[in-house]
C-alpha cells in the first residue's frame, strides 16, 4: 500500500512538472495573427493561436526591431533633428520613408500605426478616391502586393510572408498579411484596406500581438468627419443609426482605444484644380502641404500640427500666389 502511494505521488508530481514545462515553454511563443471565419455565414471572426505571445495586453513595449536599417535609423534620430518630409514621387522613395517612420515610431513604443499610402499606377502616384473604375477590388489589386512589400522593408532579415483574405464575400478587398521572422518578436501583421466590418479580428489580432507591430495600411473610412459621423459619435440609439448609414465614427474611436495611431499619412486632393498632397512622417509632428508647379517641380505650401483641410490648402495656395486653374 506505501509502495502504491508512493508511486501515485510519483505519477502527480511528474504530471505538475510536465505542466510547468510547457507552460514556461509556449510563453515564449508568438501569435500566427492569422483570423478566419467562424463559419461562411458568421460575422464573428476566430484568432488562430498557433505562436503564443506572453502578456498579450501589453501594447507599449521597449522591444525594437532587428537589422541595420533600424539601426542606421536609430543613430539619425538620436543625433539630428526630424526634418520636413518630402513628398515622394515613386513607389520605391514612398515605400522607404513610409518603412522609415515605421522604424522610428516602433523605437519609440508606438506597436500600434495606421498607415495612408497613394496607389502606384502607370509609373505614378495616384490618389485612391477618383479615376479607379474597378473600385474597392483594383484597389485591392495594388494595395495588397504594396503592403507585402512594405512590411518586407522593416527589417533587413527575410521573413516568411503570407496572406489571408477576411473579406467572406470576396469582393470587400480586404486582407491580413503576416511577415514572421526567425525571431517570433519581430512579426508584423497588416491589415489591407480594413472596414468597420472586420474590426472584431483587428481587435483579436491586436490581443494576441501583444508588444509586436499591427498596421492598418489604407482603411476605408473617412479620416474627416461628415454628417452620419457627428450622428454616430452621439451616445445611445442616435450613434447607433448614424453608424448604420455609414458613419465611421464607431470604427474610429474602437481603433483609437486600440492603440493605433497616425505615422505615415500620404493623401493627394485637388484644390482649384491644383494637385496637392498632404504628409505626416513620425517622427515629424507638423503635417506638411505640397503641390507641384506646371513644370511638375514640388512646391512646399506651408505645415500646421492639425490636420489640413480643403480650406486650409486653398489659403495657402492663395498666399502663394498660386492661381487658380478652375
Known sequence: RINSTMTCSAMKLVLLIACLFVNA???????????????????????RSSRVFANPQSTRSPVRMSGTSAEADSENETTEEPKIPTVPTTETEMLQECAKSIRAAFKDGMTRQKIRLLMPRDGQLVATDEDWPGGIMQLYNVASPLTRNLIRRLNDAVPQVKEQRLDESGVDGISLWLAQYQSAK???????????????SVAQVCKSAGPRLVLMVNPQWRETADGYDLLGSKEGLLGQIGNFLGGTAGARKEVAELGFEDTFLLQQYVVRGDDCQILKAYPYKNWVVWTSTDDGKKVMLGEQQSRPTYQDIEALLEEKGVSAKW
Request: charged content about 15%.
Open 25 to 47: 515553454s509556449t510563453a515564449f511563443l508568438t501569435p500566427s495573427a492569422l483570423v478566419q471565419p467562424s463559419s461562411m455565414k458568421a460575422a464573428a471572426l476566430q484568432l
Open 186 to 200: 519581430d512579426d508584423v501583421s497588416a491589415f489591407v484596406q480594413p472596414n468597420t466590418e472586420v474590426m472584431d
